[in-house]
T-cell receptor, first 117, second 112 residues
């Protein structure tokens, strides 16, 4: 099956620093990728939709200046958590949408556990 | 908001079939029904999806109601490795762009 690679799988950083998370679709081109965050024992919460070559679309309540998304190519989207604080600690998951004709599927990365000290 | 509702949790004995229900009463005619599952500390994994007809693959079967307002994921013989949170999701196009909103999912516990 299709593979989406997410890196790093975990990161620990100091408060105030920025962290970049990469999401790559390895064997298909993805014009659309999605970024989710997940707190323990909770479901995935959609943060933003990343569109190749254009600005990301953020969900209500998600700060675009805090969570910078760049989708510069058809196989790579990045999420940068700027000036991270302890409340940003969470499990971040990316997903790439693969379209074949009228059929579409999502393929997810393995997630990034962010811990801000 | 999520367009699907599922029971919070279910239990099954190992080697027995499991039927995981999902209600999606507001589904539109072009929405596929997708099922994913998530193991602890991992990203969701694709299970199956369908539009109108029942679907089978090596992992599971998907039974879709005739009016498409509900569906059931069927694991024919549950194993301990099937213990996960199962999500039924639809594509949301109400905002003009396509996106996938997750509901609470069903936490499946498999008893040895």
């Amino acid at each position: 099956g299709a593979v989406v690679s997410q890196h790093p799988s975990w990161v620990i950083c100091k408060s105030g620093t920025s962290v970049k998370i990469e999401c790559r679709s390895l064997d298909f081109q993805a014009t659309t990728m999605f970024w989710y965050r997940q707190f323990p024992k909770q479901s995935l919460m959609l943060m933003a939709t990343s569109n190749e070559g254009s600005k990301a679309t953020y969900e209500q309540g998600v700060e675009k200046d805090k969570f910078l998304i760049n989708h510069a190519s058809l196989t790579l989207s990045t999420l940068t958590v700027t000036s991270a604080h302890p409340e940003d600690s969470s499990f971040y998951i990316c997903s790439a949408r693969r379209i074949r004709g009228s059929n579409e599927k999502l393929f997810f990365g393995s997630g990034t556990q962010l811990s801000v000290l | 908001d999520a367009k699907t509702t599922q029971p919070n949790s279910m239990e099954s004995n190992e080697e027995e079939p499991v039927h995981l229900p999902c209600n999606h009463s507001t589904i539109s005619g072009t929405d596929y029904i997708h099922w994913y599952r998530q193991l602890p500390s991992q990203g969701p994994e694709y299970v199956i999806h369908g539009l109108t007809s029942n679907v089978n693959n090596r992992m599971a079967s998907l039974a879709i109601a005739e009016d498409r307002k509900s569906s059931t994921l069927i694991l024919h013989r549950a194993t301990l490795r099937d213990a996960a949170v199962y999500y039924c999701i639809l594509r949301d196009s109400t905002s003009g762009t396509y996106k996938y909103i997750f509901g609470t999912g069903t936490r499946l516990k498999v008893l040895a």
